[in-house]
């Protein structure tokens, strides 16, 4: 590992110390959404010059694959089969195709944002609300997705930890920490700052293309180490995405579980982007020798729920 | 209504005379997005001048309105209930709330892109192609939603038709014409070119929210007329929206059920997006007397699905 | 209403003093389906005479109707549509239809058993065990439907409440009292004995054939009166069920909420079946003039659920 | 393999020459449900002599298996957490748990009846209707599983195959035969008659306890062979039951694929128990030296669905 591990009362203590309860008043919900400015928005989109847009998620398929945890459905309410042949009778009352879709999209496969009613800490949620508010049958009643109704669109930028450590992928158990972001950043020539939409590539996604899916709670993952939370906060990043689950596994803390996911979710208020494709976006980034660009993140508007799947878009 | 009507056999001719199938290939899928290309995405960037993001979409809730043909479904997989008391064990396993979604996106209440997929004629989809394409077990096998993964983004422009005729909305059974186009075009000094997203207000989500939900084949609908047919195409309108399920209801061309779909999507190869809900954006566009902005769609990379919950964002 | 209602403060003492807690032992599951003998049976058997079987369940069916809390879904996975004219290829893989069916089978549509886990009182389940057993992401751990693996064989005994009133159907309020049981034996020449299935009929469900679904939270509902619990423990039935949601609505004690299913489920581990359709075994009974008969209940071998969709057969 | 197998023309012709097509009435859809008569009813019941109940199917539950196809989904829409620290007006509001079901019953892992509406041949269902009336939207318009609502009670019979061949299990790829049912009568002294239901013991399930789940399109499965129709129409088999998916795999027939389910369902009109638990049931004969008994099938009342999925209930 790059950089000296923080022992887990140091970690433990992050969620005082970086804490950002009460930074934006003690009703606040949205946490780091807030460093995301118009000023911010109005420069991102001065960084379009080409106008190639591409994707940062995941295809979402109905397989079962080793790093399904529930499966996607998809079942057609109507298909095309027969329409050929049908009476018009018939097909004026069933012209059209439609379909049920149906997900869990936390997990390890679908690329999706987490709110921070996602992950609990000693009973609270960010800005020291009680997690008995997200409820079996209301849903999360605070903390939701629906928040970002109106988008997350920023400057985004890409730290290829991967490329700068010279490797196709980081191996698995193997966590990102700040001096990779910093590597990163001078191998790019580009320095996060605040409200800025940070995506970080392990090669994870690569990696599965190559050698197939795998179960990071068996095979383990790389992925964000607690480590990095000093230097997130530091920097004002509104939003972390990454091509693994969010959490270097096997955790290094074992009695914290998803130590980042706790510290970034529950004490920052660092909303959060799993599972995500960065091939594409690296690879667009090293045809331009450029690694930031306009990113557009629109989650779904669903109510009371703690995250949503997402097709987040970077635009060059 | 604003202009004449065709008869039923003219809408029928619009499926060859309009017809875009060939025009870009005879393997063609995309339709209409062909028009979008990255000089029409910088020039969009270019109309970033505050940096606010407004909405399209509408919530997405479980509740069973008068508009709900299938129920949406939100089940907490884990919730926060008691884990404000739990064991550490118990919270080390289960520290986070997940959610099971499940959604028939087509219908009448959430907002969503319909591909050329979804609908068909005399056996066909976009491009001649044999809508037995489109199969129970596999889902659209062509001209699914997959082909937008790198979203829709592109100039959106605004025409708000009630607005244009000065009423809070228009009523159930009127139709979009190309003279309500054409008029809310003047009024608000912008001229549709191609490439743009078209989003189209009647008002009928502002009812909604103040008369309560109507099933549109009971109730009835505004929505654009197969009149547009000639408009859209000589524009070239790479994606059509509106705050309605997009065809006047009842039907003006009984024989055909849903002739705006079915010229658009078949024939034209156009691209829709169903029920969104414009008010934001159009309270935004009155603010700013400007009626054209960067618009981001981003489709979940749903394999083989005739169409994609979307939350469209704007961006001025 | 016939007879005297209990005190809020006596009903909530019948937790304690007609209590089951402990009576089969403090590992006990089962609760009152300890009373089902082999004995009991065997003799039950004995009562089939005609060979004539009948339904006590209601259809299942995807409508939205006013009693719909969750709608039910069902998607066909393939269809026959266009396999007339497939190729032989085609037919080969996809020879067959099938189906996702999916249900919350508790609520006011859908006949089903209750297991003792589906309610609480004071923090607890039948046989003292705590509620914090049945968890979001396990399911009940306890008391579930598992438990009736080799389904539910006894006698079945009709009381046709409303027949003895000599009403179409008891008024929605009005709830089932002991004296109504006394009254529907003398009528039927029938006593209810330890291990029993007793089947009451209020005319609930034929009244929803007259004059359409109605939400029982919205307009009430006839149903057990927790007055019946002495009653019900002093005749050792084994299991209830009713053409109800099985608690007469509006409550007569609003501070319990559901007293029949407290005191039954949480008190005397009693099972329910709710929502049953008694139409046609009444009529059969009547036919018969005999209101007694063998009773087969099959729930779904769900593991860690608190109930089943069940379709209980009468065999007369 | 016992006997020898018919050619595959052979087999095709079944569809012909045992055709139960018209026997019952042009109208009819019960096919062999027809020869359940209440006097089989009574005679079923009077086989009752030790009051034991045993369940033939198996559990349900949301694991992911290699004989998955599709997850089952239990996901709860309350449960008892924190209920025990809840505040008085939150547990009057939530006193209960509940779940949302979901599942695609047929397959390999679920117990589920078969109706005839579930397979084709040459466009044609039992009976000579059109598989086109088995449509995406409406589902199974005819031959559903709601024509079984007064649940299916006879004589069942278990032929004990393993158990005559003397091993534990019947290898994959190895078919049930005529000669085989014939051998398990003799071992049993059992004869099967008109209106049994017929289930049929290979071992599979034992193995698969022992061996670990497999997929049987992949590693093969035991099964019945079609060159059992004959017997079946001759000894008038209600209906069929085995402890397999119910084809013989990898199949003998490759131009037809699941030749048993295409003779027995389309040609006989003969309803099928796919992966059943035949384990306890066995037991309970051989403790008894008793292979008949009463059987009670009970599926849900489904509407416009090809199956159910069952806990056919053994009585002795």
Known sequence: MSGQAP?????????????????????DELGTMNLITPAKRVAAARLVR?????????????????????????FMVDSGEGRDTASA???????????FIGMVFHGYTITHVDTPAHFFWEGKIYNGRSCTLITSREGAQVEAVELLHDGVVSRGVLLDVARA??????????????????AAERASGVRVEPGDVLLVRTGNYARRAVDGPANPMQAGSPGPHAALAPWLRERGVAMWGSDTHNDV??????????????????????????????????????????????????????RNV???PVNPIALF
């Open 7 to 27: 022992s887990e009362a140091e970690v433990i203590g992050y969620l005082k110390t970086l804490s950002n309860w009460g930074r934006w008043g003690t009703d």
């Open 50 to 74: 080409d106008g190639v847009a591409v994707t940062c998620a995941r295809p979402i398929a109905t397989d079962i694959t080793a790093d399904t945890t529930f499966q996607m459905m998809r």
């Open 89 to 99: 009778e018939r097909l004026l009352q069933r012209r059209g195709a439609s379909e």
């Open 165 to 182: 450590r010279g490797v196709r992928w980081m191996e698995r158990g193997e966590g990102v920490m700040p001096g990779d972001l910093e």
């Open 249 to 302: 596994t096997p955790t290094p803390y074992p009695s914290m579980g998803h130590p980042f996911h706790i510290v970034a979710l529950v004490g920052l208020g660092l909303w959060l982007i799993d599972n995500m494709n960065l091939e594409d976006v690296a690879q667009a980034c090293v045809e331009r020798k450029r690694w930031e660009f306009l990113l557009a993140v629109a989650p779904l508007r669903l």
């Open 306 to 308: 703690t995250g949503s």
